[in-house]
């Protein structure tokens, strides 16, 4: 599998661009696995911030998702922004299909690449963020202050779990 050649590190810090724009209109791919086994699928729920003295990210993953038995079993997860409008087809594909049924890189054309942090993530990305799971939780009914939203996202009672994590690094695509 190839490594990231054409990415350059990039201070967490440094990033640009707004974060509500990046998670809710150009979404993002959550992978997690190695190169022996990973699965991936999109996302626009999430969070960046600083927590604990280190800069963070926040994923929330239902657990019927076939990503969540990865996000489990692994220490660390990316998120790959392709930029505003790109590879919409293919977001599209991996937000609607499972992992359990299909090969999400065969079918959207997507290469799979190596991070230095031994994650996984997409050459076509315009960013990847590669973070390692410091903390994880389940959404619970009893805490939320506005019931109302409870019963309107969660009518079949599948909490998100939550994992924050340190972002080990942040790779911009060169150029
Ligand atoms: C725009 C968009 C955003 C999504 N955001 C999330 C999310 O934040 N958390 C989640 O669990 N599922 C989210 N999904 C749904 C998963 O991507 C979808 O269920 C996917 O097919 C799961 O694939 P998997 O079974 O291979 O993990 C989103 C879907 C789309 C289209």
Redesign the pocket.
């Known amino acids: 599998m190839k490594r990231l050649n054409d990415f350059e590190l990039i201070d967490p810090f440094a990033l640009k661009g707004n974060v509500f724009e990046m998670l809710d209109k150009e979404?993002m791919l959550i992978t997690a696995g190695d190169k022996e086994t990973f699965?991936?699928?999109?996302?626009?729920?999430?969070s960046f911030g600083f927590l604990w003295r280190k800069p963070i990210s926040i994923?929330?993953?239902?657990p019927?998702?076939?990503?969540?038995k990865f996000t489990e079993a692994n220490s660390t997860y990316t998120l790959s922004f392709f930029g505003k409008g790109n590879q919409r087809k293919a977001?599209?594909f991996?937000?609607?299909?499972?992992?359990?049924d299909v090969d999400?890189p065969k079918e959207t054309g997507l290469t799979p690449v190596c991070t230095p942090g031994g994650g996984i993530a997409f050459a076509e990305a315009r960013l990847i963020v590669e973070c390692r799971k410091l903390y994880t939780d389940d959404i619970k009914p009893e805490m939320f202050t506005d019931v109302g939203l409870e019963t309107e996202i969660y009518p079949t009672k599948d909490y998100?779990r939550f994992y924050i994590g340190v972002i080990e690094g942040c790779y911009a695509k060169k150029g």
Do not use: F
């Open positions: 979404w699965n991936t699928m999109t996302a626009s729920w999430g994923i929330y993953v239902r019927q998702r076939h990503t969540y977001l599209a991996c937000g609607a299909n499972s992992g359990r999400k998100h």
